[in-house]
C-alpha cells in the first residue's frame, strides 16, 4: 500500500499538490511560530538581566542604614537576584540554540520541500504530456481511418455503377487506391493502438506508480526530519529541563529559610539599648512652694480667671473657623483666577478679529475666498482665444491635478488656472499673488458661474471677463488674473486610451493593459483610486513628475498623464516580459551568467543615467524591474523616488515604508538617502540575480537583519555565482557610503565582465 498503488487516478495529483502546499504552509507556521518563541526567550532574557542591573543600582548598601547587621532576608534576596540573572543567561543561551538549531534546519528543510514539489509537479506534467501525445495520435489516425473507409466505400461504388470501359477503368484504378491507402492506414490504426494499450499500461503501472513512490519516500524522510527538528525544538524550549528546575530550588530554598521570628535577633543583639530613656518635661513644683490655691497638672478655673478662660475658648474656636475660611478662601481665588485667564483670552482673540470675517478652520481644499488684500503692479491685458470652447478643451484648465502640484505650476504674480477639487463638487480657480497661491472656489448657483460677482454661463466665459477687463476677481482683494499656465505636452484626454485586461495592482490603484487610440501602441496604465487623500493622489503623480525629465533605453517610459477627471491615470511604455523577480524565478535555469551580467549591467546604466540627474531611488530591487525584448532591463516604479539639487534626501516621520533588507544602514539609522545608498540596493539585487530571485536574508526578519548588517555581516556568494561579480556585489556592501564604488564604475566592470564568458 502506498503512492504507486493508491494514487492512480488523474484526480489523485490534485489532492497530492493540496498536500504539498498545505504542508508547506505548516512548516512556515511552525518557523514563524518557532522564531517568535526565540524572540520572546531573547526578550525575556534581557528584561531579567535589566532587573539585575536595576538592584545593582539601587540596592547598594549605605552606612548608617541599619542594613549592616546579619539577615537572612537580605541573604534571600541576594540569592534570588543572582539566581534571576542565572535565568536570564540560560534565557539568551536558550534563545540562541532555537535560532542556530531547529529555526535553521526548518528553513532549509522548507527550501527543500519547495524545490521537490516543484520537481513532482515538473514530472507529473512531463508524463501527463506523454501521454495525451500518444492518445492524440491515437484518435487523429482514427479520424483518418473513418474518412479513409468512406472514400474506399465511394470509390467501389462508383466502380461497380460504371458501364463504359474507359470509364470502369479510371473508377477501377481509383478504387485500387482507396484500398491501398485503407490497408495501410488500418495497420498503422492497428500498430498505434496496440503502442497506445502498451503505453498506457505502463504509464499506469510502473511510470506514474515509481514517480508517487518516489514522492512518498521523500516525503516520509522529511517527516522524519521534521519530527527531529520539532524534538530538537522541546529539548531546547523546555522549561522542565535540570539547569531551571536548579534555579527554582535554589530561590525556593532562599525563601524557605527566611523566619519572620528569629529575623530581628541578630539587629536586636547589635543595637541593644544600654542607656535610660530620657526624662519627659513634667511640671517643677518647685514653684508653687510659695503660691496657694494651685495645683500642678491642673487648670484653676475660679472667678479671677473665667472670663480669661472663657475668652481663650473663644478664640481658639474662631481661629479654628478662620482657617477653614482661609482654607476656602484659597480654593474660590484659585478658581477666580482660572476663570478670569480663560475670559482674557478668548476676549482677546475676539478684539483681535474686530469686525473682519474669521479665517477657515478646516482648509479642507483651499477652496474658499482669500482675504489677502496688497497692492500690485499695474496688470497686463492678455486676451484668451475660444472662449466657446468646452473647459475640458481650454488650454489652462488641468483637471484633478493636485493642490501641490499648482504651487509648483504657478510661479509669477497673476498666474493663473483652473482645476477640479478634489474634495468638493465643483471647481478652482487658483492665482499665484504676493509669492503664495491663493484658490477660490467656482460657485454654480442657478446655471451660473461666479466668484462673488457677475454671472456667466460657463467658466471659460467668466476667466474671460475677468482676464480682459482685469477686475478684481473678488471685491475684498486686489487680485488680478495676468498670464494662463497652460497645461504640458503630458496631459492626455481620458478618451485618448483604450483600456484592456487588469494586469496588476499597487498601493493607489490598478494597472491595466491598454493602447492609445491614435496609432494603436500597446501601453500600460496606473489607475489611481478615486477615494484616495489628496496627499496620496500627489505621491501617485510624484513618479509622473520625475519621469517627465528622463529619457534612458533602461528606464521605462513615460508616455502621459491623464488629469482631466478622476480616476487619474498615468499612461507609460508597456513592457511585456513582466519583472525581473518573476523572470527569475520562472526563467532562471536557461539565463546564462552571461545574460545574468548583462541584465544587472543594463541596470548599472539606468541607475547611471539616474544619478547624473541629481535622482534617488530608494527602492531599487529586482522585483521593481522589467524585462522587455531581448532581455532588456528596465528601472520602473519611482513612487519612492526623489530629485535632490545636492542628491541627498532625508526622511521625516519614520521609515514604515522602507524595504528593510535593500536599504543602506545609513539610510535605516538617519533617514539619509543618497546614490551611495542606492549603490548598496543595487548589490543587493545582484545577489537577487545569481541566487536566480531568492528572498535575501532569508531566515532573518527586518529587525534580524539591522543587527547583523551592524555587526558587519554580509550575504555570501549565492551558488554558482562568479567570484568577480561577487566582489562587485561586496564593494556595495561597504558600510562606510564613500567607499561604494560609483554606478558608473559598476557599468564599466560588469561590461568588462562580460568578455570573460
Not at 501525445?133 to 455503377?161: C, F, H, N, P
Not at 536599504?663 to 542606492?678: I, K, M, Q, V
Request: charged share 25%; proline share 4%.
Amino acid at each position: 500500500m502506498g503512492f504507486g498503488e493508491d494514487l492512480r487516478c488523474p484526480q489523485a495529483h490534485t489532492a497530492v499538490m493540496r498536500l504539498l502546499d498545505s504542508e508547506l504552509h505548516l512548516m512556515e507556521v511552525m518557523r514563524k511560530w518557532m522564531g517568535q518563541r526565540a524572540r520572546s526567550e531573547r526578550e525575556f532574557s534581557v528584561q531579567l538581566h535589566q532587573m539585575s542591573v536595576l538592584v545593582e543600582k539601587l540596592d547598594r548598601p549605605q552606612p548608617g542604614t541599619g542594613l549592616d547587621h546579619i539577615s537572612q532576608l537580605n541573604k534571600s534576596w541576594v540569592v534570588l537576584v543572582s539566581q534571576t540573572e542565572s535565568l536570564s543567561q540560560l534565557m539568551k543561551k536558550s534563545s540562541e540554540d532555537l535560532l542556530d538549531g531547529p529555526i535553521n534546519k526548518l528553513t532549509l528543510l522548507i527550501r527543500d520541500k519547495q524545490q521537490l514539489r516543484k520537481n513532482y509537479s515538473d514530472q507529473w506534467s512531463l508524463l501527463r504530456q506523454e501521454l495525451n501525445k500518444v492518445l492524440t495520435e491515437l484518435e487523429r489516425l482514427k479520424s483518418g481511418y473513418r474518412q479513409v473507409v468512406r472514400d474506399a466505400a465511394q470509390a467501389k461504388r462508383k466502380y461497380q455503377e460504371s458501364s463504359k470501359d474507359k470509364e470502369r477503368g479510371k473508377a477501377k484504378e481509383r478504387y485500387v487506391k482507396a484500398s491501398v491507402k485503407l490497408h495501410e492506414l488500418h495497420n498503422e490504426y492497428v500498430l498505434s493502438v496496440r503502442a497506445a494499450q502498451v503505453y498506457h499500461q505502463q504509464h499506469y503501472s510502473h511510470i506514474q506508480p515509481a514517480l508517487l513512490d518516489a514522492l512518498q519516500s521523500l516525503q516520509q524522510e522529511m517527516v522524519l526530519i521534521l519530527k527531529e527538528i520539532l524534538q530538537e525544538y522541546f529539548d531546547i524550549s523546555s522549561l522542565l529541563h535540570h539547569e531551571v528546575r536548579q534555579i527554582h530550588k535554589e530561590m525556593s530554598s532562599a525563601l524557605a529559610a527566611i523566619d519572620p521570628h528569629t529575623e530581628y535577633e541578630s539587629f536586636s543583639h547589635q543595637n541593644r539599648s544600654v542607656g535610660e530613656i530620657p526624662v519627659c518635661a513634667e511640671f517643677d513644683c518647685s514653684l508653687l512652694e510659695d503660691a496657694e490655691q494651685l495645683n500642678p497638672q491642673e487648670i484653676t478655673l475660679n472667678d479671677l480667671t473665667l472670663e480669661t478662660v472663657q475668652h481663650r475658648v473663644y478664640q481658639f474656636s474662631k481661629r479654628h473657623a478662620m482657617e477653614e475660611c482661609r482654607q476656602q478662601v484659597a480654593l474660590s481665588r484659585g478658581i477666580r483666577a482660572k476663570l478670569e485667564v480663560q475670559r482674557v483670552l478668548l476676549k482677546e482673540k475676539l478684539d483681535q478679529l474686530g469686525s473682519a470675517e474669521p479665517v477657515s478652520a478646516l482648509n479642507l481644499d483651499g477652496d474658499t475666498i482669500s482675504s489677502s488684500s496688497t497692492s500690485s503692479n499695474p496688470p497686463v491685458h492678455e486676451q484668451v482665444e475660444e472662449v466657446n470652447r468646452p473647459l475640458g478643451e481650454q488650454d489652462w484648465y488641468h483637471g484633478a491635478i493636485p493642490r501641490p502640484e499648482v504651487q509648483q505650476l504657478l510661479k509669477n504674480t497673476g498666474d493663473f488656472l483652473v482645476r477640479k477639487s478634489q474634495e468638493k463638487q465643483g471647481y478652482v480657480l487658483s492665482v499665484q499673488w504676493d509669492g503664495s497661491c491663493k484658490h477660490f472656489l467656482i460657485q454654480n448657483v442657478d446655471n451660473l458661474y461666479r466668484l462673488d460677482g457677475e454671472g456667466f454661463h460657463s467658466i471659460p466665459k467668466l476667466i474671460h471677463h475677468l482676464l480682459s477687463t482685469q477686475q478684481h476677481i473678488t471685491r475684498r482683494s486686489d487680485i488680478v488674473l495676468r498670464k494662463p499656465v497652460l497645461k504640458d505636452k503630458w496631459v492626455l484626454e481620458h478618451h485618448d486610451v483604450i483600456m484592456g485586461d487588469l494586469i496588476g495592482r499597487g498601493n493607489f490603484g490598478e494597472v491595466f493593459r491598454g493602447r492609445l487610440r491614435s496609432d494603436n501602441t500597446p501601453v500600460a496604465v496606473k489607475s489611481c483610486k478615486e477615494n484616495l487623500a489628496p496627499e496620496h493622489k500627489n505621491k501617485f503623480l510624484m513618479e509622473a513628475r520625475i519621469l517627465k525629465q528622463y529619457d534612458h533605453p533602461n528606464i521605462v517610459r513615460l508616455i502621459g498623464v491623464c488629469t482631466q477627471k478622476q480616476p487619474i491615470y498615468i499612461i507609460m511604455e508597456l513592457v511585456e516580459g513582466g519583472d525581473f523577480l518573476s523572470v527569475l524565478r520562472t526563467e532562471g535555469h536557461s539565463l546564462t551568467p552571461k545574460m545574468l551580467v548583462k541584465m544587472t549591467e543594463n541596470v548599472a546604466s539606468g541607475m547611471e543615467y539616474l544619478a547624473s540627474k541629481k535622482c534617488i531611488h530608494r527602492d531599487l530591487a529586482a522585483r521593481n524591474c522589467l524585462v522587455a525584448e531581448q532581455h532588456v532591463v528596465k528601472i520602473s516604479d519611482f513612487g519612492m523616488s526623489r530629485q535632490q539639487d545636492d542628491g541627498v534626501y532625508c526622511t521625516e516621520g519614520g521609515l514604515r515604508q522602507v524595504p528593510v533588507k535593500w536599504t543602506a544602514p545609513e539610510a535605516l539609522n538617519y533617514g539619509r538617502f543618497t546614490t551611495e545608498s542606492d549603490v548598496w540596493s543595487f548589490g543587493v539585487l545582484l545577489w537577487e540575480a545569481f541566487s536566480m530571485g531568492m528572498t535575501p536574508y532569508v531566515s532573518m526578519t527586518n529587525q534580524q537583519t539591522r543587527e547583523q548588517v551592524e555587526r558587519g555581516h554580509r550575504m555570501a556568494a549565492p551558488p554558482g555565482c562568479p567570484a568577480e561579480v561577487f566582489r562587485i556585489m561586496s564593494n556595495c556592501w561597504e558600510y562606510d557610503p564613500r567607499k561604494r564604488p560609483s554606478f558608473k564604475r559598476l557599468r564599466v566592470e560588469l561590461r568588462r565582465n562580460l568578455f570573460c564568458f
